[in-house]
């Protein structure tokens, strides 16, 4: 029903910034909650940013918090993440997701487990 795919990933240097985006298409897009989550190399995928169906509510991981800012455009059905003073440990394959009937709340929405689909992912490096 929804398919997700990222763009805006690259290389950048420390205190940088970038700026990802998720294209989404198919049915009921505004009925999907929409989170941005990032792998690294060797450790299991985490949560990073999270926003609400009306865009009006985010959740963001302790890690990023004031330097990353998600948003979204219903209109344009675009999900977007503003990455700010990047950091070496930024480092990963970023991944947009969107979840059906999920619970607005934090510890449902920082889940992988409770999304149901995922976009291919873009990488983001951040040199020292």
């Known amino acids: 029903q929804v398919q997700l795919v990222e763009s805006g990933g690259g290389l950048v240097q420390a205190g940088g910034s970038l700026r990802l985006s998720c294209a989404a298409s198919g049915r009921t897009f505004s009925s999907y909650a929409m989170g941005w989550f990032r792998q690294a190399p060797g450790k299991e995928r985490e949560f990073v940013a999270t926003i609400s169906l009306s865009g009006g509510n985010t959740y963001s991981a302790d890690s990023v918090k004031g330097r990353f800012t998600i948003s979204r455009d219903v209109g344009q059905k675009t999900l977007y993440l503003q990455m700010n003073s990047l950091k070496p440990e930024d480092t990963a394959v970023y991944y947009c997701?969107?979840?059906?009937?999920?619970?607005?709340?934090?510890?449902?929405?920082?889940?992988?487990?409770?999304?149901?689909?995922w976009g291919q992912g873009t990488q983001v490096t951040v040199s020292s």
């Open positions: 997701a969107a979840a059906f009937r999920v619970a607005p709340l934090s510890t449902v929405l920082a889940a992988a487990r409770n999304y149901d689909y």
